[in-house]
């Protein structure tokens, strides 16, 4: 009548513990690597918009040449 009680098998929670383990390395690298692009980016961020934006404020601050003056 009574079952005898049954065995766990390890050999699942080894492989739910393996997947899970890659699946964390996989994020961090992820993680990292578009931590790091926004880094770079920050670093190398083109000066030339905001010369150009400078230069169109200055541009629009002058009186018209010609028959205006």
Known sequence: ??????????TTG???FIV???LL???????NAIHE???????????S???SDAAAAANAMKPASGAAQ
């Open 20 to 22: 899970v383990a890659i």
């Open 49 to 51: 918009s905001v010369t």
């Open 14 to 16: 080894i492989a739910i």
């Open 1 to 10: 009548m009574n079952k005898p009680p049954r065995k766990k098998n390890p």
């Open 25 to 31: 390395v996989i994020a961090t690298l992820f993680y």
């Open 37 to 47: 692009k926004e880094e770079f980016d920050k670093q190398n961020a083109p000066v």
